[in-house]
């Protein structure tokens, strides 16, 4: 088992920047997307279609559709990370579900659910992800089959794969 089969995943953490905080003093919302955007590129990353993959191969995995649920406030220079699990994958399709805990808290701060597809970026169409990535990424989900589903799965009607 490599360290991506690990359940969950746990790629990326950062700092609460000032700029992200709003008049109320804590995290806007736009900049929880921005966090959870990071903890995707992190997974895209170990898989072999982030940014590199993107320059070379003028593809990438566009997110369609996701849900947020904020459920605690995070304040500046809070140490937030993420735990990221693969809900489902097939040839063009990656559903991911994002936990973000800020500082040593046991229940998240933050959940998001997301559908990406693999996009040719010079046909825009939907196109078959590489079968290295692909392979991987089945290896990672059937790692990820026996966690419990999270509470605000399924706000997406995206179809959750075994």
């Known amino acids: ?32 997307v921005v966090a959870f955007s990071r903890a995707t590129d992190a997974l895209l990353d170990e898989v072999g279609l982030g940014k590199a993959y993107r320059e070379k191969k003028n593809c990438g995995m566009y997110t369609v559709e996701s849900h947020v649920a904020y459920l605690r406030e995070a304040h500046e220079a809070a140490e937030i990370n993420f735990s990221t699990v693969l809900l489902g994958v097939d040839a063009k399709r990656i559903h991911i579900f994002h936990y973000m805990y800020t500082g040593g808290n046991e229940s998240p701060a933050a959940t998001l659910e997301c559908v990406l597809l693999h996009v040719d970026q010079t046909e825009q169409r939907v196109t078959q992800m590489p079968r290295e990535a692909l392979m991987q990424l089945e290896r990672i989900r059937a790692a990820h089959a026996a966690l419990s589903i999270p509470s605000q799965l399924n706000r997406i009607k995206a179809k959750r794969q075994s």
């Open 1 to 32: 088992m490599t360290g991506l089969e690990k359940a969950p995943l746990q790629l990326y953490s950062c700092t609460v920047r000032p700029d992200w905080i709003d008049y109320l003093g804590h995290m806007n919302e736009g900049y929880y």
